[in-house]
């Protein structure tokens, strides 16, 4: 498709809910005992992937297209599938249903689609299998088809993380929670805790000192009302878009600024971005925020900050390509197993648009500031590669045309509308 062209930028955007917490609320919501109720419910397709997982499990959930109830079940009440489950794209959805399905006493086969099928599971299936459960990959590889014979004996594990992932962290949260006795998971560099604060909210008891986690199984939780705030890392579109796009100025409502998600605030505020939030709710962990257009200069970004800002590395490579200076994206190889390897297809991609960037094996080095031009790009199927593309697409006047558009829907069904309601042509 045609990408939208605009001079300038203006006006209030609601972000869509938060995917890491919509997966969450549907899986906590089946795994408990009691109705859960969800609003705001994402309904990217990543998250409807965990929704129609679940309901093949024998979990009752109803949407009425506002709200969507749960009769949870209980991890004891879960049923076997039919047939194999289709989880699509979501590798958040695979890797932690995987964990919640370890302690049942049945056998589950997962898949998903082309990108989804290629994402490796080893770092899921091996605690898992230290833990009790057996799985196996497609053809005795670590690639989906993944099956799962579960096992109501789980073993509690003591596991020091070799990756920052919260996927993985989280999978063997949901094993440990059905293991008897006492589990320890020690992380590499803390990662979203969306699972964490999940299981107190639905009754349960985990302990947290810095890098370490304490858990102890079996737990039985209780059905809750989740409210799901916007997601910052659709969020971050628009604040790049903000910060780099002439005259303008976005505000976005019901941003989520959970700590272990606000690292794209930091490298904004390092870059000396104008940015400003209001209504700041500290329960709920959401605000709003509103950003100008920007003098940037570059950073470097690495280490501890890499977990709270992963998702947003594509277009942080976009900002950066519009700051003054070399920024470097270091110890960031998580990149390369996300929905496409991300170090390329950000590269390829920002370089057939001019920028100056180099992928390294960990990351990459962005020289800015540099003018954009037309050409053809091609999201890989990637959503977040889109969307980011769809920004850099607005700072030229030449025709930028898109492959693989749809791909937007995973996380953010309705983008190309938003993109198009703060769209100013007038200088
Ligand atoms: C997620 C964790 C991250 C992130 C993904 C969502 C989650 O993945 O990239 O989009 O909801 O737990 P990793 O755990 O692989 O870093």
Do not use: W
């Amino acid at each position: 498709m045609k990408l939208l062209q605009a001079k300038s930028l203006k006006g209030t955007i609601e972000v869509p809910a938060d995917k890491s917490i919509s997966h969450r609320s549907i899986m906590f919501g089946a795994i408990a005992k009691g109705t859960t109720t969800v609003k705001n419910f994402l309904r990217g397709e990543d998250c409807l992937s965990t929704l129609n997982g679940f309901k093949k499990l024998g979990v009752p959930i109803i949407d009425d297209g506002e709200v969507i109830t749960i009769e949870g079940v209980g991890f004891d009440g879960l049923k076997a599938a039919n047939e194999a489950i289709d989880l699509g794209n979501s590798g958040t959805s695979i890797r932690l249903m995987m964990g919640i399905v370890a302690g049942a006493p049945f056998t589950t086969t997962f898949f998903g689609d082309e990108y989804l099928n290629r994402r490796p599971m080893n770092r899921v299936m091996a605690p898992l299998r230290q833990m009790g459960a057996h799985l196996n990959g497609n053809a005795q590889t670590e690639y989906p088809p993944i099956t799962i014979q579960g096992t109501t004996q789980l073993q509690p594990i003591h596991y020091e993380m070799p990756i920052a992932s919260a996927q993985v962290k989280s999978a063997i949260l949901f094993a440990a929670l059905q293991a008897k006795g006492t589990s320890t998971i020690i992380e590499k560099e803390p990662s979203r805790n969306h699972t964490e604060q999940m299981i107190k909210q639905f009754g349960g008891q985990i302990a947290v000192e810095d890098k370490t986690i304490t858990i102890t199984g079996p737990q039985a939780l209780t059905g809750q009302t989740v409210i799901v705030p916007g997601d910052i890392s659709s969020a971050a579109f628009f604040l790049v878009a903000g910060a780099i796009m002439p005259n303008s100025e976005i505000t976005l409502k019901n941003v989520g600024i959970n700590p272990t998600r606000t690292g794209i605030l930091d490298v904004l505020e390092k870059m000396g971005a104008n940015y400003h939030l209001s209504e700041i709710d500290s329960i709920n962990e959401s605000a709003t925020i509103t950003i100008q257009t920007s003098q940037l200069k570059a950073t470097t970004i690495e280490g501890s900050d890499i977990p709270r800002l992963i998702d947003e590395l594509p277009i942080i490579a976009l900002l950066a390509t519009q700051a003054k200076g070399t920024t470097i994206i270091r110890n960031a190889e998580e990149l390369k197993v996300k929905e496409t390897n991300r170090i390329d297809a950000t590269c390829e991609e920002l370089s057939k648009l001019g920028a100056n960037i180099e992928p390294t094996d960990d990351g990459m080095i962005i020289h800015g500031p540099c003018q954009l031009h037309g050409g053809n790009v091609d999201s890989r199927g990637d959503h977040r590669i889109g969307m980011m593309l769809q920004i850099a697409a607005l700072l030229t006047d030449e025709v930028v045309e898109l492959t693989k558009a749809e791909a937007v829907a995973v996380s953010y069904p309705h983008f190309f509308d938003d993109v198009k309601s703060l769209i100013q042509n007038e200088a």
